[in-house]
């Protein structure tokens, strides 16, 4: 089972950016974790983090054609501006996409509560911390067992 990993904006800066909302393990540790997570699980697991909309766009579009078998995203800000990410993942339905948020989106700053993405993606975890993207592959994994 290959699964993309997908980190917009400001995810690097984890552990380093507003510790006490997205929590202190670094972007690095994170995504040992969720490879790690990933092996116990049989998955082959790809992790890639951009600043820039486009390459979160053409990441959507590659896991398609490179035959993944599904998606976790995190879109950082993005998440409540991109009608392009929103296109993206509609294009390659029935790819499984799940959307995984470290913060509690709903209980901050209003304009955090709007996801153009939501609507297309299978699950959205929030407030989970790091643990939000260990729940998305075990989401992925049963849907795509079931599928
Ligand atoms: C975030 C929440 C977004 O609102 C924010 O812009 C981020 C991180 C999260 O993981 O909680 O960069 O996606």
Not at 59 to 79: C, H, L, R, S
Request: charged content about 20%; overall charge negative.
């Amino acid at each position: 089972m290959k699964i993309l990993i997908i980190n917009g904006p400001n995810i690097n800066m984890i552990g380093i950016r507003e510790k006490n909302i997205y929590g202190t393990l670094s972007y690095e540790k994170i995504i040992q974790l969720i490879t790690q997570e990933g092996k116990k699980r049989g998955m082959e697991i790809t992790c890639v983090q951009s600043n820039h909309e486009g390459d979160l766009v053409t990441w959507i579009q590659d896991a398609y054609f490179e035959k993944y078998d599904g998606i976790v995203i995190n879109p950082g800000a993005y998440t409540h501006t991109s009608i392009a990410l929103l296109d993206a993942i509609k294009a390659i339905v029935p790819l499984p996409v799940v959307e995984v948020h470290l913060s509690n989106v709903d209980e901050r700053e209003s304009f955090r509560h709007l996801s153009y993405i939501s609507q297309a993606c299978i699950a959205t975890i929030k407030g989970h911390k790091e643990q939000g993207y260990i729940e998305a592959l075990d989401i992925l994994q049963a849907h795509i067992t079931n599928n």
